[in-house]
């Protein structure tokens, strides 16, 4: 079922991507900006969660998103897996 939606969609661009396009505001804080708050407010709630939550990929992923950095594939990993 995977490969059948993949090869109907393959020729779709997310909206997320059409935005960076235009030139406009991206959703990316309202979906990975949301994880990355909630998970400092779990940890703050209850110390068991800190170091257990870890979503720095996901803030990462926000600052290049929001600062309009473009990388391949093998510098997108190193620095989404360094931070």
């Known amino acids: 079922m995977l490969y059948k939606i993949g090869e109907i969609v393959k020729e779709n661009s997310s909206s ?17 900006g949301w994880l990355v708050e909630t998970a400092s407010f779990l ?12 979503v720095s990929c996901h803030q990462a992923m926000v600052d290049l998103v ?18």
């Not at 940890?43 to 870890?54: A, P």
């Not at 929001?66 to 931070?83: C, Y």
């Open 66 to 83: 929001e600062s309009g950095a473009i990388m391949n594939e093998e510098e997108l990993a190193k620095h989404v897996l360094s931070s």
């Open 43 to 54: 940890s703050q709630e209850d110390s068991s969660q800190r170091g257990v939550l870890d």
């Open 16 to 32: 997320m991507f059409q935005d960076v396009q235009a030139g406009k505001k991206t959703e990316v804080r309202d979906f990975n």
